[in-house]
Structures are given as structure tokens and as C-alpha cells.
């Protein structure tokens, strides 16, 4: 097959002999005179000068000379020209590519490409009209052409490109048929240059049309035996909901599982939309009939050089010889391009062997799905917070999921190591590993130290679509260090120097997971809960519970304003009557009621002021998050305002010590404050600036933390 690359190589030769005399150029190259440049040349060395957009090895494998080892003056041109647009191509609108050739010692010619790369050509500004309802903002969000910022020198994301515009053009009419517009359509996106900037402009015009909602919503089958009433559960499109593509065939997906799953593998849904013109709203009713007995012959996958084949097939909700069902090849589409391995997923279909045999052919283009992580934190008690941290999601391309981390601040390091397997012996089980060493230090702040090292197996099911459930048992063993003053009077009243314990406990627990938000990442409407109990043994006898939900709603969703609630609640009851250990107790404080510092609220001792923890506590959050107005939604900043509230109970065993009066006087905790939110190429970080409005006497506060963006 004729190489592409080559094959232009050849037409910028031809382009460079022919243009050369009709431009009245002698062919003088600097360094060569007329008559060496009617003949080939051999070559000693290919160099580079001026580059740093390309390397030397990457600008290597664009020119002909270096395989070639001769040149011509129309070859040289030829491959000046290729380095020049592949600058282009990167935002280098200006930028020159003269070939220098020098006389060797050796009687052979040193070519030196000599590159000037000028500045960078970015995108000035990006403008929308006709978008009355939804804001420039969150458009600038949807899209893949970026405006130049102050983070574009790292990213590289605001490079000009007609194809980038043709895709965003879908996204833009995308994202108006999944929010209430179905005949949004960009009627232009053209992009102005402007050399005396040396930027781009670009001018998107929208036609919103009218904005609908659904209407009446209804099942129909025409296959006997099928129960209607008990697929009506898979419906997201609800009356008086605002008209969305993306839920209208998320539906009719779901609705096909639950044929299948009823045992009709070959029922066909197709939903039937009716308009309603005078009230703005789409009347559906989804139609399961009994399709064509097709069955699939062959599942053909390419492009995958990293990913097994069977961790794309098992993906799919069939195999090949059983029933062929488009809703459920859908489905699998989707499946597969969560797996977040693949830049592109393709699905093509093809005539099989017979006409009751289907051919389905699966394209996918790899993408890194290895993370570097390097994270910041702040907190007034322990100080800097700092974390380095490797993740592979798709190791050795078996799918598997693997993390190591460091992590340390001024009290304490921390190792940990997890891995999963998304799929326990094949089976849409998961099972996974987790170990960690964690240290403490005994320091002014904390009375003494830990070193504690553990680890735990876990496994986890799918119950329902959004339902999910887990168990997992493990080990550990703390060593508790109280070496010097000020000493622990719970653990070592007698204050004995160079005092050491160890803690041993063995724990065995389920976890149950509803899941229903539309992106895990930036979630915008849906519920997240969660509820686990687990028994705690060995040197304890306590049973811990624990329950937390979020719900997320879109409060101007033109404007990607979004409100959310969070409630959650737990205990923990000493089996035996024997009190809960400090060691077990609850200590949090920033995740229940931000603007207290880490283990800053709860009972303590009076005598070493030593926290003690709480046994009980329910808390209760409200915040609205919102872009920034003056800061491109690009930045990945947004702000928000939000208010916490937590009423705790109980504590942990002090044994004879006395409890801190201050420390009890008021249970009830309660803060508001904003909030800074980025979503950095670290991970997304989020600075807290709090005013605590309720808290005890001797409650620890603090008005900023910096700490990493979390759902729960």
C-alpha cells in the first residue's frame, strides 16, 4: 500500500520543481551554487535549529532527506514544506522553514533546517448569536475550540481548525436537543484571522427554535405475554420534563433490555413522537413489537493494539449466533465507551452470510489511560497537604484498575496500593484489593502517634441498572506510640516514656450504591446514596452504620447553575457495653461541617485536651454552584456558596479521665462560606473559605482549606 505520508512528499516535490522557474527562482539553496543543485547529493547529517514546538525526532520522520540519504533542491523544498504545515497545523501561522547546506569535510552535505517558529496563533475570542436561552458561557464549555488562556501554553487547547468547528457545530445542536430545543441548528461557524493580533475569531450563529417538553408518556406492545405495566420503570422521560434526545433513546435502550430480560430477545422499541404545536410539548409512546429474527454471525473488533478483545466483548449483552437486537447493540456502544480506553468507538453493520445473519464490526481508537497525579492541600491543623500518585485503568489492557500513592503533610505519611478487576472470572463481578501503611506523628498537636498498616478484599455486584452492592472484609494492626509529653492520658494514664500499644482489628461489612447522576465528574441533575454497615472484631465489638446521599439539580440550567442537597447520618454501638475506643470513633469534621479543622469539633479530654470522637451524628448540606462571569468556563474555575449543618452524640471512651466542659457545650455545628472550585490537571481542587456560625467553646476552626473536590 502506498504510504500517505510519502505520497504528499512526492506532490510537494512536483509542486516545488514546477513553481521554482514560473517564480523566477534560480534553485540556489544557501550554501549550494546552481550547478550542485542540478544534482543529487549524498548527505552526512540532518539537523534542526530554532525548534521547539516539534523535537528533533519528531521533525526527522517528516522529511524524505533522512531516509533517502541524497537531496535535490525541489526534494529540500519539498520537505521544508512539510515541516512548515505540520507547524501550521499546531498554531504556528507564521512560522518560516529555510534548509541551510554545508560542505563537509568528508566531501558530503550537512542539511540544517532552520525553523523560525514565530508566535503561536491562538483564538482571540469566541462569539455566539442567537443563543437567547442558553449562555455563551456554557456553550464555551460544550465545545472543543477553546479561546486562548493563560493556561494554553501548557495544553496546547486553543489551536484553530475547520474540522474542530465542524465537530463543535454538532455538539452545540447536541446540546440543545438533550436541553428542551429539538430544531436547534447552527446556520454558521466560520473563523475570521487577524493578522495584527495574530488570533483567531470565531463567530457561531444559532436558530434556537421553540422549546418543548415531553407530554403524555406511554408503552405499547403488540407481543403477547409482555407486561407493559412493569417496563414502565425504565422510562426517564416523565411528563413535564423538558425534552431531551439523550433521555428520549436512553430510554428506548432500557425498554429493550427489559423485553430481553422478560425473555423477548428479538422485541424492536421504537418511540412515536407526537407533536404538540399549541403546547410545546412531545406526546411518546414507545411501541414494542416483535423485530426480524436476525441473529448475529460475526463480531469483528480493530483498532484496539493495547485493549484485549475481551475486554470490549464482554461489554456487550450478547455473543455471536444469539438474537440480534439494535437497542442492545446501542447499549453495548455505550458500555464501551464508558470504559473511558477509547477515543472513538464505532459500531458498523454488515450483511452476514445469510439474510437471517448479521455481521457487526467494532472499531475503537486507543487512547492514555495512565494518570500522574500530583495534588495540594491545605488544612490549619495538619498544615501543607501533599499527594504523587500513578494510575493505570486499563492495565496490560486486561481493563484492570490499578493506583499507587504517596502522600504526606507535617503530621504524617501515608502509602496506599489498590487494585480491581472489573470482571471476577469473567463474571460482571468486581473484586479488588486495597493496602495502605499509614503514619502519624506524635507532635505538639497530636498528643501521640499511630503507625497503622492493613489491607482489605472487596467484591461488588450490579443489582438493578442503578443499584449497586458490595462486600469486603479485611485486617489491620495499629501501633499506638506515646514516647514523650504531653502524654495520653486514655491510652497511657500512668504518662510512661517511650510508652507503645498494639490494636489489632479484623472487620467484615456490605455496602449498597444508587447511582442515577447523569456525570459522575460534574454531575448536573440525579441522586447519589450510599449505605454500609460493617462489624468490627478482635480487640473491638462494634457495629458501625453509615448512610449518605447527594442530589443534584439544575437551578438555571441555561446558565449551568446547579443545586444540590446532602444528608447523611451514622453510628457506631459498642456490642459488648464496653464504650466505643477513641481509635474508632468518628473524628470528622471538614466533610460533615466545613470551617473546623481536621478532628477541630467533639469531645476531649479535659486533662490532655485529647480528642475523644463522637459515636453518632446526622448533617445536612444545601450549595449552589455556578461559572464565574468574568472567567472563560474553559479555566475549569467555578464558585459556590453553600451552608452546613451537624447535630453529633456520644463520644469515645476516656476511661477515668474527666470530659472537657467547653469541648460538649453546644452539639449542634453550623457554618456557610464559597467556595473555589477547579478543575485542575491534577485532579479538581477545591478551596473552602468558611465563617462558622455554631460550634462549642473549645471547637477548632479555621477559615480556609484546600482539599480535593469529593461527591460525598
Known amino acids: ?32 551554487d546552481a550547478a550542485q543543485a542540478q544534482q543529487q547529493r549524498l548527505i ?46 499546531k498554531g504556528y501561522m507564521g512560522v518560516t522553514v529555510t534548509p541551510r547546506v554545508e560542505q563537509s569535510e568528508s566531501g558530503r552535505a550537512r542539511i540544517t533546517f532552520v525553523v523560525n517558529e514565530g508566535q503561536r496563533t491562538g ?25 486562548t488562556s493563560l493556561l494554553s501554553w501548557l495544553f496546547r487547547d486553543d489551536t484553530y481548525s475547520e474540522d474542530l468547528l465542524t465537530i463543535d457545530r454538532g455538539l452545540i445542536e447536541l446540546y440543545y436537543m438533550n436541553h428542551g430545543y429539538p430544531d436547534a441548528q447552527v446556520t454558521s461557524a466560520v473563523g475570521e484571522y487577524d493578522t495584527s493580533r495574530n488570533a483567531y475569531f470565531v463567530n457561531f450563529t444559532i436558530s434556537e427554535g421553540e422549546r418543548y417538553r415531553f407530554g403524555a408518556i406511554g408503552v405499547e406492545t403488540s407481543i403477547p405475554g409482555l407486561n407493559p405495566d412493569a417496563m414502565t ?6 411528563k413535564g420534563g423538558t425534552y431531551s434526545l439523550a433521555d428520549l433513546q436512553k430510554s428506548q435502550e ?9 425473555g423477548y430477545a428479538f422485541a424492536d422499541v421504537r418511540p412515536r413522537v407526537d407533536r404538540d404545536v399549541t403546547n410545546s410539548t412531545f406526546n411518546v409512546t414507545y411501541l414494542v413489537d416483535e423485530g426480524a429474527r436476525i441473529y448475529v454471525e460475526r463480531i469483528n473488533i480493530s483498532g484496539n493494539t493495547k485493549t484485549r478483545d475481551a475486554v470490549i466483548r464482554r461489554e456487550l449483552d450478547f455473543g455471536e449466533g444469539d438474537p440480534f437486537n439494535r437497542s442492545m447493540v446501542q447499549r453495548g456502544k455505550t458500555r464501551i465507551e464508558g470504559l473511558g480506553f477509547f477515543k472513538t468507538v464505532a459500531f458498523d453493520m454488515q450483511a452476514g452470510s445469510a439474510p437471517d445473519k448479521v455481521v457487526i464490526n467494532i472499531t475503537v481508537e486507543e487512547q492514555s489511560t495512565g494518570d500522574y497525579g500530583l495534588t495540594a492541600g491545605f488544612d490549619s491543623s495538619a498544615g501543607l497537604l501533599g499527594e504523587v500518585s500513578v494510575t493505570e485503568r486499563n492495565f496490560l489492557g486486561r481493563g484492570q484498575y490499578v493506583r499507587a500513592a504517596v502522600s504526606a503533610s507535617e503530621s504524617g505519611q501515608s502509602y496506599d496500593f489498590s487494585f480491581t478487576e472489573p470482571r471476577f472470572m469473567g463474571l ?5 484489593v486495597d493496602v495502605y501503611h499509614r503514619i502519624t ?75 442515577t447522576l447523569d456525570d459522575t465528574k460534574r454531575p448536573t441533575e440525579g441522586i447519589y446514596a450510599t449505605f454500609s454497615q460493617q462489624y468490627i472484631g478482635w480487640d473491638y465489638n462494634l457495629l458501625k452504620t453509615e448512610a449518605k446521599a447527594r442530589y443534584f439539580m439544575p437551578l ?8 444540590s442537597v446532602k444528608g447523611q447520618a451514622g453510628y457506631i454501638a459498642a456490642l459488648d457495653g464496653g464504650g466505643v475506643s477513641p481509635l474508632e470513633a468518628f473524628r470528622s469534621a471538614g466533610s460533615i461541617v466545613r470551617g473546623f479543622q481536621s478532628g477541630g469539633m467533639g469531645p476531649r479530654l479535659d486533662s490532655s485536651q485529647e480528642l475523644l470522637g463522637y459515636t453518632g451524628y446526622v448533617a445536612a448540606s444545601a450549595e449552589i454552584e455556578f461559572p464565574i462571569p468574568i472567567l472563560p468556563e474553559t479555566y475549569g474555575v467555578r464558585g459556590a456558596i453553600w451552608a452546613d449543618a451537624a447535630l453529633i452524640d456520644g463520644n469515645g471512651n476516656g476511661g477515668a479521665g474527666i470530659i472537657d466542659p467547653g469541648s460538649i457545650d453546644q452539639n449542634f455545628k453550623s457554618s456557610v462560606g464559597a467556595s473555589i472550585i477547579w478543575d485542575s490537571p491534577f485532579g479538581p481542587l477545591r478551596g473552602d473559605f468558611a465563617h462558622v456560625l455554631n460550634k462549642a467553646t473549645d471547637d477548632k476552626t479555621q477559615v480556609f482549606s484546600l482539599t480535593l473536590q469529593q461527591l460525598l
Open 254 to 262: 432500557d425498554l429493550a433490555f427489559e423485553a430481553t430480560a422478560q
Open 44 to 89: 552526512s547529517a540532518v539537523l534542526f535549529e530554532g525548534n521547539s514546538g516539534f523535537s528533533d525526532a519528531q521533525l526527522l520522520a517528516m522529511v524524505n532527506v533522512a531516509e533517502q540519504g541524497s537531496f535535490t533542491e525541489g526534494g529540500l523544498a519539498a520537505d521544508a514544506e512539510s515541516i512548515r504545515l505540520a507547524y501550521v497545523g
Open 1 to 32: 500500500m502506498t504510504n500517505p505520508k510519502k505520497l504528499m512528499r512526492g506532490v510537494f516535490v512536483a509542486l516545488a520543481l514546477v513553481a521554482a522557474p514560473l517564480a523566477g527562482v534560480s534553485g540556489t539553496f544557501i550554501g549550494v
Open 441 to 515: 506523628e506524635e507532635t505538639d498537636k497530636n498528643t501521640y502517634g499511630t503507625a497503622a498498616t492493613g489491607g482489605q478484599i472487596r467484591f461488588g455486584a450490579p443489582i438493578t441498572t442503578d443499584l449497586s452492592a458490595s462486600i469486603f472484609t479485611g485486617l489491620e494492626q495499629k501501633v499506638l506510640k506515646d514516647h514523650e509529653a504531653p502524654w495520653t492520658d486514655v491510652f497511657n494514664p500512668g504518662h510512661v516514656a517511650g510508652f507503645e500499644d498494639t490494636f489489632n482489628k479484623a472487620w467484615v461489612g456490605y455496602s449498597l450504591a444508587y447511582n
Open 556 to 563: 438555571l440550567s441555561d446558565w449551568n447553575v446547579i443545586g
Open 428 to 432: 460482571r463481578i468486581s473484586s479488588g
Open 233 to 238: 420503570g425504565a422510562i426517564r422521560t416523565g
Open 123 to 147: 483564538i482571540a475570542a469566541i462569539n455566539f448569536t442567537g443563543n437567547n436561552s442558553i449562555s455563551s458561557g456554557t456553550l464555551k464549555s460544550i465545545i472543543r475550540t477553546h479561546e
